[in-house]
C-alpha cells in the first residue's frame, strides 16, 4: 500500500514539483547542511601548528636570528623560513641558548652572541614550554595544548577521529530515522549541532576536545544524511535528482563559511562558536517542520498523513488535495493481484554483502564501485584539507575550493541526463588524475596556477562524487540495492578517514597526496569503462537481470519486466528507501 500510495501521490501536481510548501520546507532543511560542511572543514584552522620554539628559561636580553639582531622573539617570525632554523637567545644573566623546535641547548662559552657556535652544548627537553608565532593565529587547538614534537600525532588525529564519528553517526541515525521519524532526527541532530559546537569551544584539556567533537560529527553526518531523505521525499520526481544533488551545494556554501570567518576570528574558540552560531536559526524554527507523508504512510498513520497532505495542498494552492483513503483503496487491488504471481518473494531468503560478489560480472562491478566510492571521499577531503597549504592566501583557497563545487553538481546533472552515467563519470575521473599530475609539474612559486589547478581537480572529483550514488544505484537490482549503496556509502566514509592521513604524507613528499589521489582517480576511471551503461534503462529486478545488463549492449526491458507497478515505481523506491545511505 505505501508505494502504490506514494505513485498515486507522485502524479498530483504539487508533488511533481517545487511550489510553495516544497520550496518552503527544501531550503529550510539544506540551509542546516551548511553547518555540517562546516565543522567538517573547521579544523583547518582551528587545529593548525603554527611557527613554534623551545620556551626559554629566563627573561630574554637579546636575539640573534642569522644576521639579524632583535630584542623580542616575536619580531624573529617574519623571517622564519623552515623548521630547521633555530634562534640564538641571550638571557638576562648572560647565559646563551639555541632554541630549536623540539629541543633547546646551553652554550658553554657564553662570550659572544653568534648564530654559529661550534663549542661544547649542554641539549636540554622543552620543559618550559613553547614559544609560538601568533602573527596569524592568536590561538589554535595546538598552541592550547603543546600538540607539538611528541605530541604531534595527538594533533594529527583531530581530523581522523571526527570522520570516524561522521562514519558512526551516518549509521546510526539513519536507522533510528527509519524507526522514530524523520523529523525527530532532525530536531535532535540540529540541536545537537548546535549544543556540541559551542561546547568544543569550553572544553578543558585535549581529551574533551576530541570526544565533544567526536559526538558533533555524529550529530552532524546524522543531519545529512536524514536531510537527503527528508528533501528527497518532499521534492517531485521530476525535481529529486536536482534538488537531492544541490543539497551537497549548500554543504560546499559551509566551507566558505569556515573561509570567511577564519580570516576574521584568530583565535580558535571564538572562531568556533561563531561557526556554530550558524546553526542557531534553524534551530529555533525547525521544530515547524512537518513529517513526510512517506513515513506516515509507511507507519500506517493515515490520518497524520492526510493532514500534512492537506497542508501541501494549502500551501500550493490546489483545490481538491489527494485523500489517502481513496488512493489507498484504489491500488490495494493491483498491489494484491501482482503479488499473486510473487508468492516465492515473501519468503525468499535475506541478501548480504557476499551477494555483490554471486558471480564474475557483479563481483567486477562491486569491486569497481567500491573504488569510485572511495576515490572521489578521498579525493574530495584530500584537495579541501589541503588547500591551506597552497601558498598564498589561505583563506582565500579554501573559499575558492567550496565556491568552485557549485558548479560541479550543475554540470553534473546535465551529463547525467544527456551523455549518460557512465560516460560522464569515465572522463572526469580520468580528468581528475590528469590534473593531478599536472599540478606535479607546477613551479611551487606559481600560486596562482597552483590554486587554479587545485580548484579543477577538485571540480572534477566532484562530479564524479556526486553522480556515484545513482549510478550505483541503477547497476545493481531490487533485492540488494540498498545493500550495494550502503556498502558503498561505507566506502566512502573510509574514504573520508583516510583522507587527513594522505594529506599528512606531504611531510614525506609534498606531491605525495596528490599521487595517491592521481592513482585511484585513473585505476577507477579505466576500471568504469567495463560498468554499463544505465542511462535510459529500467531497473532490474533480479541479479540474472543485473548480470545480463552487464553482458549486453540491449536494454533488457525486452526480456524482463518489473514487478508489479514498473519501472516508475522502481525509480521511486529507489529514492525513498536508499537516499538514507547517501553521505558526503
Not at 18 to 46: D, K, N, P, T, W
Not at 148 to 162: N, S, Y
Not at 513 to 528: C, D, F, K, R, Y
Amino acid at each position: 500500500i505505501f508505494f502504490s500510495c506514494i505513485e498515486c501521490f507522485s502524479s498530483v501536481n504539487f508533488f511533481l514539483s517545487l511550489y510553495r510548501f516544497q520550496a518552503c520546507v527544501y531550503f529550510a532543511s539544506v540551509f542546516q547542511a551548511m553547518s555540517c560542511g562546516i565543522h567538517y572543514l573547521a579544523s583547518v584552522f582551528m587545529a593548525v601548528t603554527p611557527n613554534f620554539v623551545c620556551g626559554i628559561p629566563g627573561n630574554v636580553s637579546s636575539v640573534l636570528f642569522y644576521n639579524s639582531s632583535e630584542s623580542s622573539i616575536e619580531d624573529i617570525w617574519t623571517l622564519w623560513t623552515s623548521t630547521e632554523n633555530y634562534i640564538v637567545v641571550r638571557l638576562e644573566n648572560g647565559e646563551i641558548w639555541e632554541l630549536n623546535q623540539c629541543s633547546r641547548s646551553k652554550r658553554e662559552v657564553s662570550l659572544d652572541l653568534a648564530y654559529e657556535y661550534k663549542g661544547n652544548k649542554s641539549i636540554f627537553s622543552c620543559s618550559d614550554g613553547f614559544l609560538y608565532d601568533d602573527t596569524k593565529w592568536k590561538s589554535t587547538v595546538v598552541t592550547q595544548w603543546d600538540l607539538v614534537c611528541d605530541r604531534e600525532w595527538l594533533a594529527k588525529l583531530i581530523q581522523p577521529t571526527f570522520m570516524l564519528g561522521v562514519l558512526i553517526g551516518a549509521v546510526i541515525f539513519g536507522d533510528i530515522a527509519d524507526r522514530l521519524g524523520r523529523r525527530r532526527v532532525i530536531w535532535f541532530t540540529s540541536a545537537g549541532q548546535f549544543v556540541f559546537g559551542i561546547a568544543v569551544a569550553f572544553t578543558f584539556d585535549y581529551y574533551s576536545f576530541v570526544i565533544v567533537r567526536f559526538l558533533l560529527a555524529m550529530v552532524s553526518s546524522g543531519y545529512l544524511v536524514v536531510a537527503f531523505v527528508y528533501v528527497t521525499e518532499f521534492v517531485g520526481i521530476k525535481a529529486r535528482t536536482w534538488a537531492s544533488m544541490h543539497v551537497h551545494a549548500f554543504f560546499a556554501v559551509g566551507i566558505m563559511v569556515v573561509a570567511l570567518v577564519g580570516f576574521l576570528v584568530r583565535t580558535w574558540w571564538v572562531y568556533q562558536i561563531f561557526l556554530s552560531v550558524a546553526t542557531l536559526p534553524f534551530v529555533l524554527c525547525c521544530w515547524m517542520l512537518p513529517e513526510t507523508p512517506f513515513w506516515l504512510l509507511s507507519e500506517e498513520r493515515y490520518e497524520d498523513a492526510q493532514k500534512v497532505i492537506n497542508i501541501m495542498a494549502k500551501w500550493n494552492k490546489v483545490s481538491t488535495p489527494c485523500k489517502v483513503s481513496e488512493l489507498c483503496s484504489v491500488q490495494q487491488d493491483d498491489l494484491v493481484s501482482g503479488r499473486t504471481g510473487d508468492n516465492d518473494t515473501s519468503s525468499a531468503k535475506k541478501h548480504n554483502i557476499l551477494d555483490l560478489f554471486c558471480n564474475w560480472h557483479i563481483a567486477r562491478r562491486t569491486i569497481t564501485v567500491w573504488l569510485i566510492w572511495f576515490t572521489g571521499s578521498l579525493g574530495y577531503y584530500v584537495f579541501s584539507l589541503s588547500s591551506v597549504s597552497l601558498g598564498g592566501n589561505e583563506y582565500l583557497n579554501l573559499f575558492l575550493i567550496g565556491a568552485v563545487e557549485l558548479p560541479c553538481y550543475v554540470i553534473a546533472c546535465i551529463g547525467m541526463d544527456k551523455l549518460g552515467r557512465r560516460n560522464t563519470l569515465i572522463p572526469f575521473l580520468i580528468l581528475s588524475a590528469l590534473i593531478c599530475v599536472l599540478i606535479m609539474f607546477i613551479p611551487q612559486d606559481f600560486n596562482i596556477l597552483i590554486v587554479l589547478a587545485n580548484m579543477a581537480g577538485k571540480f572534477s572529483i566532484g562530479v564524479a562524487f556526486g553522480l556515484i550514488y545513482l549510478y550505483t544505484a541503477e547497476l545493481y537490482p531490487t533485492i540488494v540495492r540498498s545493500l550495494a549503496v550502503g556498502s558503498g556509502s561505507m566506502m566512502c566514509r573510509a574514504g573520508s578517514v583516510v583522507a587527513p592521513f594522505c594529506v599528512y604524507l606531504r611531510s614525506v613528499w609534498i606531491f605525495m597526496p596528490l599521487l595517491l589521489v592521481g592513482i585511484m582517480a585513473l585505476l577507477s576511471g579505466i576500471l568504469t569503462i567495463m560498468l554499463p551503461e544505465t542511462l535510459g534503462k529500467p531497473l532490474t529486478n533480479t541479479l540474472a537481470e543485473a548480470t545480463e545488463m552487464g553482458r549486453s549492449k540491449k536494454s533488457c526491458s525486452g526480456k524482463t519486466t518489473p514487478a508489479h507497478s514498473g519501472a516508475a515505481l522502481e525509480k521511486i523506491e529507489m529514492f525513498c528507501q536508499e537516499t538514507v545511505s547517501t553521505e558526503k
